[in-house]
């Protein structure tokens, strides 16, 4: 073929693409466990308000005490004004491929992973049609959120075990397979309320091109267009190992303390604003405008 051939050929296909409308993906809302259920509700309103009035299921595959879980945020949720709210109890993996609780997903706008053990989730729904299903409900623009277990299964890797009273040793980490909704990132909840910086750092250390997001209690982020934005009466924190220049941890002996130099870390409020891409920060009102019309202001 000719070079004149060659670029024209080029040019009709850069003008496919250029007319292909880009690919709208849905929104997490990671909760980092025991949101406000007696008083202003902030969180679990944003769930409401983002179903739009569709059809909200809340998936309690996490949790040993499923139909209590059900019953309590079912009531919560009619209360704030959401009409459509279903529950989808999975057991097992065979549950999870059972064409009749499938039906339960259909015409969903919003999933809700509560809390309990992040393990249950993934061993119960991974690879099964249940999770196709969430992330076609996802890559549609729906919302997926999640609250403690519900939350650390969001990333493509989670953590699982590691202890949070003492420094963090080279060898003291567990970590498993996620959901892999949210890119880049891996997520920690019950932050500052269970002592768990340690091993947060601990999985940035092994990883430093990912971002470690702690969230406390009562607090959330909504994760949308590369951006997240934090709500709730605590706080969440990134920890930035992009630039790191040294660490210990994939040389000492497993009992001995993790080193890791020149981590950045970010301690972000109510309404603050984190832009992935440049791995910044912002305060109240000081998102770029250009920015906004993302939807995240």
């Not at 292909?20 to 997490?28: F, N, S, Y």
């Not at 092994?206 to 971002?211: D, F, Y």
Request: net charge neutral; proline share 3%; with cysteine.
């Amino acid at each position: 073929m000719s070079k004149k051939h060659i670029s024209s050929a080029n040019h009709k296909l850069f003008a496919q693409n250029a007319r292909k409308k880009p690919v709208k993906r849905g929104e997490l809302l990671i909760i980092g466990g025991k949101e406000d259920k007696e008083g202003e509700c902030l969180i679990l309103k944003k769930i409401v308000e983002k179903t739009k009035g569709g059809k909200l299921v809340v998936l309690t595959a996490a949790s040993e005490f499923a139909d209590e879980l059900w019953k309590g945020y079912q009531l919560l949720f009619r209360e704030l004004g959401l009409r459509k709210v279903d529950h989808l109890e999975i057991s097992g993996p065979d549950d999870a491929r059972d064409p009749a609780l499938m039906k339960v997903l259909e015409n969903a706008s919003s999933i809700f992973f509560t809390g309990g053990d992040q393990l249950k989730i993934t061993t119960k729904i991974g690879g099964t049609p249940v999770e196709d299903s969430i992330l076609k409900i996802f890559n549609s623009g729906g919302l997926i959120a999640g609250t403690s277990a519900g939350a650390s299964v969001m990333g493509q890797t989670m953590l699982v075990g590691g202890g949070n009273s003492e420094s963090h040793k080279v060898g003291n980490w567990m970590m498993a397979p996620g959901l892999g909704l949210a890119s880049g990132m891996i997520i920690d909840q019950h932050f500052a309320q269970r002592g768990r910086i340690g091993r947060l750092l601990g999985a940035v250390a092994l990883n430093p091109g990912i971002l470690g997001i702690g969230i406390d209690e009562d607090t959330a982020v909504l994760v949308e267009n590369g951006f997240f934005q934090v709500m709730g009466s605590n706080a969440v924190y990134v920890i930035d190992g992009h630039n790191v220049t040294d660490t210990n941890i994939s040389e000492a002996s497993a009992d001995q303390t993790m080193s890791m130099h020149d981590v950045r870390l970010h301690i972000l409020a109510h309404d603050e604003i984190f832009d992935f891409k440049n791995r910044r920060p912002y305060g109240p009102g000081k998102f770029p405008e250009k920015k906004r019309a993302h939807g995240l202001d």
